[in-house]
Each structure stands twice: as structure tokens, then as C-alpha cells.
């Protein structure tokens, strides 16, 4: 069933599409990705690890609900540790608000993945969307309820 951005309430969509998508190597910033636009930036980096798709997906705040900074970081932990048993590469990122709305949110930009798969993943972490992107595409916002 494909799910349609109309279906996320508009201020969550707003503050979706007014996120940039930032990966990080170490401390360093690396890529920012935008809703709707094209990064070369990102293009590279999957040039590099071999894939022609990526997903920005993070652990942090499901459904939308605040969390402790502490019950935020467990959660990206065990994601990172799911992904490392299914030996998917991942860089480091953030999710940054363009407006000072809320506070970065620690993520995770995964490489390889499927349209499909993203979703799947998002949903077990209980997102209401995912940011994905193909090489040489636009970065696409994907609702995942």
C-alpha cells in the first residue's frame, strides 16, 4: 500500500520539510540533504560505498512523542546494532531543525536500502516518516503510517 504525504498532519509535514538532513563523518558535515532537492554530496558518499539508494532514519521521538535525551540515545543504539547484525552500512547524522522548533535529533543514514525496506524500518521504529534518496535523485520524504 503506498502512503501519501497528505496523510501526515501539515504541521508535521512542515517541520519535516523544514529539516535538514545532515550526515556526519565523525564531527565532520559531510552532506545536507533537503526534501526536494538533489545532493551531489550524498551522491558521492553512495558512490563510494557501492549503492545506488540511502535512507536518513533515526530511533528518536516515536510517533512524534518527546522523549528523555537518554531513552532517545538507548533507542538509536539499539538501531545502530540492528543494522550492524544485518551488515548495512551507515554513516552518523542529524536531523536539524531550520527553525529553532526543536533540538537536533541524533540519526542514522543508511546505505543500500530499499524505498521498501526504509519504510518497513521506519515503522518498526515507529516513525511517521523516512528521508530517502537515490543517486543522482531528489530526497524524498516517505510517510510510513
Same mark, same amino acid.
Request: charged share 30%.
Given at each position: 500500500?503506498?502512503?501519501?504525504?497528505?496523510?501526515?498532519?501539515?504541521?508535521?509535514?512542515?517541520?519535516?520539510?523544514?529539516t535538514?538532513?545532515?550526515?556526519? !563523518? #565523525? &564531527?565532520?558535515e559531510?552532506? *545536507?540533504?533537503?526534501i526536494? $532537492?538533489?545532493?551531489p554530496?550524498v551522491?558521492?558518499?553512495? +558512490?563510494?560505498?557501492?549503492?545506488?539508494?540511502?535512507?536518513?532514519?533515526?530511533?528518536?521521538?516515536?510517533w512524534?512523542?518527546?522523549?528523555?535525551?537518554?531513552?532517545?540515545?538507548r533507542?538509536?543504539?539499539?538501531?545502530?546494532?540492528?543494522?550492524?547484525?544485518?551488515r548495512?552500512?551507515y554513516?552518523?547524522? !542529524? #536531523? &536539524?531543525?531550520?527553525e529553532? *522548533?526543536?533540538?537536533?535529533? $541524533?540519526?542514522?543514514?543508511?546505505?543500500?536500502?530499499?524505498? +521498501?525496506?526504509?519504510?518497513?524500518?521506519?515503522?518498526?521504529?515507529?516513525?511517521?516518516?523516512?528521508?530517502?534518496?537515490?543517486?543522482?535523485?531528489?530526497?524524498?520524504?516517505?510517510?510510513?503510517?
Amino acid at each position: 500500500m503506498r502512503r501519501h504525504l497528505d496523510a501526515l498532519p501539515p504541521s508535521l509535514k512542515e517541520a519535516y520539510q523544514k529539516t535538514d538532513y545532515v550526515v556526519l !563523518e #565523525g &564531527r565532520r558535515e559531510v552532506a *545536507a540533504m533537503i526534501i526536494g $532537492a538533489k545532493c551531489p554530496p550524498v551522491d558521492r558518499l553512495l +558512490r563510494l560505498k557501492g549503492a545506488n539508494r540511502g535512507a536518513f532514519v533515526t530511533a528518536w521521538n516515536p510517533w512524534s512523542r518527546s522523549r528523555s535525551p537518554a531513552e532517545n540515545e538507548r533507542a538509536n543504539r539499539r538501531l545502530e546494532r540492528l543494522l550492524k547484525r544485518r551488515r548495512l552500512a551507515y554513516l552518523h547524522g !542529524e #536531523g &536539524r531543525p531550520l527553525e529553532g *522548533a526543536w533540538k537536533p535529533e $541524533a540519526s542514522l543514514f543508511v546505505f543500500g536500502l530499499t524505498c +521498501r525496506d526504509a519504510g518497513i524500518l521506519s515503522r518498526r521504529l515507529r516513525q511517521n516518516a523516512v528521508v530517502f534518496i537515490r543517486r543522482g535523485g531528489k530526497a524524498r520524504l516517505l510517510p510510513t503510517r
